[in-house]
């Protein structure tokens, strides 16, 4: 069984900064992209950042230049650091990986979500 834990949310102050982490565990064979998402109330769920196995970034226009992507293969392992929050960064970050499992395909796989509250 695949599993996805997100650590790292809380509350901050507007321009603070907070790391979260997503750790994969399980019968893992190899991961493809792991990602961050957010949702906010009332708003659909967005891409945040993205990165491949080999290192390959994408970033949502809001957070370029603040947020920061990065993973440890080794680890099985996904990181979002965040700097200069603001209060619109306030939402339910989710972690999501496309991972093969051992004798199974690729699927997609989600954390549990962890909150971050930006106050002003």
């Known amino acids: 069984q695949v599993q996805l834990v997100e650590s790292g949310g809380g509350l901050v102050q507007a321009g603070g900064s907070l790391r979260l982490s997503c750790a994969a565990s399980?019968?893992?064979?190899?991961?493809?992209?792991m990602g961050w998402y957010r949702q906010a109330p009332g708003k659909q769920r967005e891409l945040v950042a993205a990165?491949?196995?080999?290192?390959?970034?994408n970033y949502a226009d809001s957070v370029k230049g603040r947020f920061t992507i990065s993973r440890d293969n080794a680890r099985n392992t996904v990181y979002l650091e965040m700097n200069s929050l603001k209060p619109e960064d306030t939402a339910v970050y989710y972690c999501?990986?496309?991972?093969?499992?051992?004798?199974?395909?690729?699927?997609?796989?989600w954390g549990q979500g962890t909150q971050v509250t930006v106050s002003s």
């Open positions: 990165i491949t196995s080999g290192g390959s970034t």
């Open positions: 999501k990986a496309n991972i093969r499992p051992i004798y199974r395909g690729y699927d997609d796989y």
């Open positions: 399980g019968n893992i064979f190899s991961i493809a992209v």
